[in-house]
């Protein structure tokens, strides 16, 4: 049972640009969100967060956004750099510290 | 290094062997999480204490599969009678309390040949 889906297994973005990356969950009792990075070979690691009682999120380069209706959430990387290749996840969690669901991952390659 | 580390960070056995996995969390970080990672998927949860205490297992916890977290510092995660199907990434997070967000070690990555 997938409660988070990330549609779009592959994005390729010119460096400079914005890469938008976007995630769908099912289970509305979800009520924080997190998105990782992850590097071949080591563990993933925190970019930034939103809880539910907010639809935006701002953290320098990185901008999560959330639309409960719809059950959605975006990261939008603006500019994108060479270094930000990677394979992006995104989580949910129900429970102020409890257990995370992942999706499946977006892997972004930032060309020059 | 103040990060979560795991130990070892490969291991190559034999199926029907026992394997034995360490995690050492951030300093006062209480909440320490078991992930899997198989290729093309993300992590898939299997355990989380707070401190000492086992708050939830995963369905995909098989019994040949224990994790232990004794003095509410260090964790181990024992897979007893390995099979070529439990060949992935094993990690490890913690987190302070509360917080949602966890902090993710390097893995332990096994192969059951």
């Known amino acids: 049972d997938q409660q988070v889906k990330q549609n779009s297994p592959s994005l390729s973005v010119q460096e400079g640009r914005i890469s938008i990356l976007n995630c769908d969950y099912t289970n509305s009792m979800f009520d924080y969100f997190l998105w990782y990075k992850k590097y071949p070979a080591e563990g993933p690691t925190f970019l930034i967060s939103?809880?539910?009682?907010?639809d935006k999120n701002e953290d320098g380069r990185f901008t999560v956004f959330l639309n409960k209706s719809a059950k959605h959430l975006s990261l939008h990387i603006v500019p994108s750099q060479p270094g930000d290749s990677a394979v992006y996840f995104c989580a949910a969690s129900a429970i102020l510290g409890g257990k995370l669901q992942f999706g499946a991952g977006t892997q972004v390659v930032v060309t020059p | 290094d103040t990060g979560v580390s795991q130990d070892p960070r490969h291991k190559i056995t034999k199926r029907g062997q026992n394997v034995t996995f360490r995690c050492d969390p951030i300093?006062?970080?209480?909440?320490l999480y078991w992930y899997r990672q198989t290729l093309g998927q993300g992590p898939e949860f299997l355990t989380y204490f707070q401190n000492e205490a086992q708050l939830e297992k995963s369905r995909l916890l098989s019994d040949r599969f224990s994790a232990e977290r004794p003095k509410g510092s260090f964790s181990t995660l024992e897979i007893q009678r390995t099979e070529q199907g439990d060949s992935a990434m094993y990690l490890c997070a913690s987190s302070a309390d509360p917080s949602e967000t966890q902090y993710f070690g390097p893995g332990t990555r096994l192969l059951v040949l």
């Open positions: 300093s006062e970080h209480n909440r």
């Open positions: 939103i809880s539910s009682i907010k």
